[in-house]
């Protein structure tokens, strides 16, 4: 069953540079349509500057979008009430980058955990209590954390408290934006899998974003690639990972380091140029300038998103044509772990 559901979701950001100057758009988010199966994890995965954590934030309005629409629950989270938004917030939660930055430094664990507690339930302070310590216990730490300052917590510890405060409501949806990219790495896997482990106990639906695609192998059910603004591919895991449609795709694939001195030289999907700007996106593709595959077709006209096969949706001209398993061939042993 289907928890959320977007479509055809855009987010402009108005742009002007000087007085006289005509405005501009940034298009950070520009006809993104997706839905997510309840207790299931989507990896949302793309380069700095694809749209990924504008998505994030406009899915739980915490910016609103421009147009489009947001169904949660069966319910159109744009056209939403004060109240009915109210109730909304308590069955969503988010986890930001950095935890230190997301956290009041002048609020210890148990204000910051009560507060929404506060905002949201008739709770006495006995049992908020109580259940700030349970939940704690289940992110890994414990009631002696209660009145400790931000600061005087590890990063580890404070994205667990950023965790624990996204789950204390028991939300139906947790927006998880690169959670352990500032991490060091020996904390990355606790902290993934404390996630894994959460949302089997309480039937979480995560959107995960991420740069690193093996993260997001590891925690997501299904993948949907962005490049400046849009969606190019959305499948399962498996299927992005063993068959990947869409040049972008398969460039990001092929970039993934192998710790095996034999696959060093193999063949990748080159890359060329920089991403460009997304005031001023090309026409046709928005990839097109990149594309080593890239036809006349791609410059004149926006491939539409398309189903190629059963739950396998490109955005490319050529996705009918192109394989990408020469590339990735040597690295199925790999993958599949």
Same mark, same amino acid.
């Given at each position: ?7 055809d ?19 950070a988010?520009?006809?993104? @349509? ?6 299931? #994890? &989507?990896?949302? =995965? *793309?380069? !700095? ?6 998505l ?40 930001f980058?950095?935890p ?14 009560e ?11 006995? @049992? ?6 349970? #939940? &704690?216990?289940? =992110? *890994?730490? !414990? ?90 591919e ?9 068959n ?48 080593p ?45």
């Amino acid at each position: 069953m289907e928890l959320l559901v977007v479509e055809d979701l855009r987010k402009y950001f108005e742009f002007k540079k000087g007085l006289f100057a005509r405005k501009q758009y940034v298009r950070a988010v520009d006809g993104v @349509s997706f839905s997510v199966e309840r207790g299931t #994890t &989507l990896g949302v =995965v *793309g380069e !700095s500057g694809s749209g990924k954590t504008t998505l994030g934030l406009t899915i739980l309005r915490l910016i609103e979008p421009t147009s489009g629409r947001i169904l949660f629950n069966g319910s159109d989270v744009t056209r939403l009430s004060k109240e009915e938004l109210k109730h909304f917030r308590r069955s969503t939660g988010i986890v930001f980058q950095d935890p230190y930055s997301s956290l009041n430094p002048r609020m210890r664990v148990k204000e910051i955990l009560e507060r929404p507690l506060k905002i949201h339930s008739d709770e006495g302070e006995e @049992s908020r209590v109580e259940r700030i310590i349970k #939940t &704690l216990e289940e =992110v *890994g730490l !414990s009631a002696e954390h209660l009145m400790r300052y931000p600061h005087e917590l590890s990063g580890g510890q404070q994205q667990r408290v950023a965790i624990a405060r996204a789950i204390i409501l028991k939300p139906l949806l947790v927006v998880l934006d690169e959670p352990t990219s500032s991490l060091d790495v020996s904390v990355q896997a606790q902290i993934l899998n404390l996630l894994l482990d959460l949302q089997s106990r309480h039937e979480l639906t995560y959107v995960f974003i991420t740069h690193d695609l093996l993260t997001a192998k590891h925690v997501s059910d299904f993948i949907m690639v962005m490049y400046l603004g849009k969606v190019v591919e959305y499948s399962t895991v498996r299927e992005v990972f063993s068959n990947p449609r869409h040049p972008y795709t398969a460039s990001l694939l092929s970039s993934i380091p192998i710790p095996d001195p034999k696959l060093r030289g193999r063949k990748r999907v080159s890359v060329v140029g920089e991403p460009p700007s997304p005031l001023n996106p090309p026409k046709g593709c928005r990839y097109h300038p990149r594309c080593p595959y890239a036809i006349d077709t791609c410059e004149l006209r926006e491939p539409e998103l398309l189903e190629h096969d059963k739950k396998h949706f490109v955005a490319c001209h050529r996705a009918g044509e192109l394989s990408f398993r020469e590339f990735l061939a040597d690295m199925d042993s790999f993958l599949s772990e």
